[in-house]
Structure formats: C-alpha cells, structure tokens
C-alpha cells in the first residue's frame, strides 16, 4: 500500500467513524458500538503502517538496517 492509499483510507475510515460518533450521540446502538469499536482498531493499524512506511522511505528497510548494526556492533567488539 502507498502512502497515498493509506491517507486516502485513513480519511474514508474517519468519516464512518464520525458518521458513528454522531448515532451513537442519539443513544446507545450495539452495532454502531462494535462497528467504532473495529474502525477504532482498524485507523490504529493504518497509523502505524503509514509510520513504518514512512521510516522505511527515509531510512531505507528494516531488516538492513538492522543487518547493518549487527555487522558495526561485531566490528566494535574484534576492534
């Protein structure tokens, strides 16, 4: 996923979600409740691949920079 499709469903899914705030706001609904409860799960994920895909484009992938570290770390220690 880009950076642009998760923005682009990171707005759709925060619309429903205020759609959801505002029934819920003329009482209590057992549906509405539990779909908030999953878009509310849904936008947490959502943030936190944007965040990861982010840090990958500025720093390149994890696993190699991860790679790296452990070659500088065994480097440090034989020096």
């Keep these: 996923m880009t950076l642009t499709e998760i923005h682009k469903e990171i707005e759709e899914t925060s619309e429903r979600r205020t759609e959801l705030w505002q029934v819920l706001s003329h009482g209590h609904d057992p549906v509405a409740a539990s779909e908030l409860k999953s878009l509310s799960e849904h ?9 990861t895909l982010k840090a990958a484009l500025r720093f390149g992938d994890r ?10 770390e065994r480097l440090e220690r034989a020096a």
């Design 63 to 72: 696993d190699h920079i991860v790679a790296r570290a452990r070659v500088e």
């Design 43 to 51: 936008l947490d994920r959502l943030w936190d691949e944007e965040r």
